[in-house]
């Protein structure tokens, strides 16, 4: 078994000291229940958490009052120490079940389940007036919401359909959040194939990048707004006007570097790019969209991803009218991915082939977009160059010739440089030559659509 580092033990300290208070409280407040709660309820007083744990700085970060770091003991508890709500599992011998009053959620597991209503009864025991007080730490825009997850739960009538209930679902915190509240940092992704993103990586530098120049001022404009957000935002005291994510349109058709400027942006600046995968994101079952981009938004502003979506007028092209259930969710889909992008406090890049291809109700909100166009034939010799920098060519290969003859994008140069290669290793030759570099482009012409 590994010793934890001192740095490790800092944040591990951190969590059991808050697990400690948390079973104060849950002691403190069942021994006021069963006393039947005549004298006035003191709770333990919160403990002090050591400078620089991953938990202080998430308390100061999301300006977490008192209750609302009770209850967000309470939703990690289930996964750090579980024994902690042993307590909670009294029976109610009148009835021969658990207290209702403690919100347990109804699951085949031996541990005991908070929810939001478990938080409630910590908080305000039986009294209604304080139980009330207590719910708007679960309304929508409090901080505390932006960490600790709330599914509606259900009751059940054997004449009636599932009735939803807001309080009665399990508090969530996401595993990765409490490994990063443990450990100090959040886990590596865990890259199963259920995992909706993939990341993007290149080994090129940011001066391989081949662009117009205007289309490099855009980039190196996001680029300074990564660097200079916290400047922008909190010195110049912007947050409560700008927001504080950046998103991006770029936009053009296929093989003009869109993919490739977003990964090589997460280069320049220091951040993972990841690409979300629309079709492991969107699902037909109801509710799985919502939870799968949950996943993917929550890791991405803990860990400062810049997010790709590749092929995004898929989910943000122009909606239809609504004629069925079918509509009314998928419009419900977008209309939650949509709030998932305004919030989100990083870099959001969508990509398209077609400007016309995104609902103008999108577009709108964009800080920025960047057309990309096919290159000119200055730029194509530089691609060609590029491209083509180490591979041994023939005496016979004018690139710029090529270049001005034959209007391909770089995606397109790659394909040619791949399949010219192959040609000329599979009849012996040392070099590429000028025909096999003609086979490759006829090829890639005919593949397009195009002969010349």
């Not at 993939?198 to 680029?223: F, M, N, T, Y």
């Not at 209309?335 to 291809?357: D, F, K, P, W």
């Not at 070099?431 to 010349?452: C, F, H, N, P």
């Amino acid at each position: 078994m590994t010793d934890l580092t001192p740095t490790a033990d800092l944040h591990a300290t951190a969590v059991m000291t808050e697990i400690d208070w948390l079973s104060a409280v849950i002691a403190a407040r069942l021994t006021h229940f069963f006393g039947g709660e005549e004298k006035p309820f003191t709770p333990p007083a919160a403990p002090h958490l050591p400078q620089g744990a991953a938990l202080t700085d998430l308390i100061a970060t999301a300006g977490l009052d008192t209750s609302a770091r009770l209850v967000l003991a309470l939703a990690f508890a289930p996964q750090v120490n579980p024994a902690a709500l042993d307590p909670f599992f009294v029976r109610n011998t009148a009835i021969d079940r658990l207290f209702s009053e403690f919100g347990a959620v109804r699951q085949d597991g031996a541990s005991f389940v908070p929810s939001a209503v478990t938080a409630l009864f910590l908080l305000g025991g039986t009294d209604t007036a304080r139980r009330i007080a207590a719910m708007t730490l679960f309304a929508p825009d409090h901080p505390l919401r932006r960490i600790v997850g709330l599914i509606p739960g259900e009751t059940r009538d054997p004449n009636q359909a599932a009735i939803g209930t807001l309080y009665a679902g399990p508090l969530t915190l996401p595993t990765h959040r409490v490994a990063a509240l443990c450990a100090g940092r959040a886990p590596d992704p865990d890259f199963s194939p259920q995992f909706p993103a993939k990341r993007l990586r290149s080994g090129l530098a940011w001066d391989d990048l081949i662009l117009p120049r205007e289309v490099k001022h855009s980039l190196d404009h996001i680029a300074a707004w990564l660097k200079n957000r916290q400047t922008i935002l909190h010195d110049w005291g912007m947050a409560d006007r700008l927001g504080h994510g950046f998103k991006a349109l770029f936009y053009g058709p296929p093989g003009t570097g869109k993919t490739l400027t977003a990964t090589m942006l997460g280069r320049r600046t220091g951040l993972e790019v990841y690409r979300i995968d629309l079709a492991m994101v969107v699902s037909k079952y109801i509710g799985e969209t919502e939870k799968n981009l949950a996943q993917v938004f929550d890791m991405a502003e803990e860990r400062d991803w810049i997010l790709f979506f590749d092929e995004a007028d898929a989910l943000f092209g122009a909606r239809g009218a609504t004629t069925s259930a079918n509509d009314r969710h998928a419009n419900q889909e977008v209309s939650y991915l949509l709030q998932r992008i305004e919030e989100c406090s990083g870099l959001v890049i969508l990509a398209t082939n077609l400007r016309s291809n995104i609902d103008e109700a999108f577009f709108r909100r964009f800080q920025m977009a960047v057309g990309f166009q096919k290159p000119d034939a200055d730029l194509r010799a530089q691609l060609w160059r590029s491209i083509l920098g180490q591979m041994p060519l023939a005496d016979d290969v004018d690139l710029a010739a090529i270049a001005r003859d034959h209007a391909l994008a770089g995606g397109a140069i790659n394909n040619v440089a791949r399949h010219a290669a192959i040609s000329a290793l599979r009849r012996d030759a040392s070099e590429v030559s000028a025909r096999d570099l003609q086979q490759a482009i006829a090829g890639e012409m005919r593949k397009e659509g195009r002969t010349g």
